[in-house]
């Protein structure tokens, strides 16, 4: 299967401390995206990194790809309590594959 | 724009009885895709259509499901007749571009149902 596995599968910090989640995936990608989903909510595009990146920001967000190792990981700096909510990895397959497969995700909990 | 539309937002329902999930997505956009969340499962992906024309069908997980998209602006998610394990949270999602699997991917809110 090529759905991605987050880990670890659930994160409590205290606000301002960094968040790390992590991504392993096992088919070669041409992209990477994350997600958040707020509870009772749809999900959310945070982030898209191809294959041929290694390392892309968007603000607080820093996301990481290490095709070799077939993982990507999440770091979320000086969090905030309004960034508690899930957090999923997607993975779009090399070959033309239209598709995105989705993990299972992180669930991010950040302490006031 | 007011992004992915889904109705209805919850739905409980007797087993056997016949569901149908509705979708709008947003305006332009030339894929949708339902996707079926559940805690054992995850995010599973049941069907894609590319300019209307169903394109992978393959995560329907029984001839009880059918998804149709008559046109660029609606789709309906069928399960007849619904089984208590057909409960989950139904989303469905659109993107901008076919054709390739980089594009962003705009969710509604989701259809959370109930077989009782």
């Known amino acids: 299967s090529q759905q991605g596995e987050e880990d670890p599968q659930a994160l409590s910090i205290q606000e301002g401390e960094n968040a790390t989640m992590n991504c392993s995936y096992k088919t070669s990608i041409n992209n990477l995206q994350w997600y958040r989903q707020n509870s009772g909510r749809g999900l959310v595009h945070l982030i898209l990194i191809r294959s041929n990146e290694r390392e892309k920001h968007s603000g607080r967000l820093r996301v990481t790809l290490d095709t070799s190792k077939k993982s990507s990981s999440l770091l979320i700096t000086a969090s905030r309590a309004a960034d508690t909510a899930s957090y999923f990895c997607a993975t779009g397959a090399q070959g033309g594959s239209e598709k995105l497969v989705f993990g299972k995700g992180t669930k991010l909990t950040v302490n006031p | 724009d007011a992004g992915v539309i889904q109705s209805p937002r919850h739905e409980v329902t007797e087993m056997g009885q016949e569901v149908t999930l509705r979708c709008k997505p947003i305006s332009g956009h030339n894929s949708l895709f339902w996707y079926r969340q559940t805690m054992m499962r995850g995010l599973e992906l049941l069907i894609y259509f590319n300019n209307n024309v169903p394109i992978d069908d393959s995560g329907m997980p029984e001839d009880r499901f059918s998804a149709k998209m008559p046109n660029a602006s609606f789709s309906t998610l069928k399960i007849q007749p619904s089984e208590p394990r057909d409960s989950a949270v139904y989303f469905c999602?659109?993107?901008?571009?076919?054709?390739?699997?980089?594009?962003?991917?705009?969710f509604g809110e989701g259809s959370r149902l109930t077989v009782l």
């Open positions: 999602a659109s993107r901008a571009t076919s054709g390739s699997n980089t594009g962003e991917l705009f």
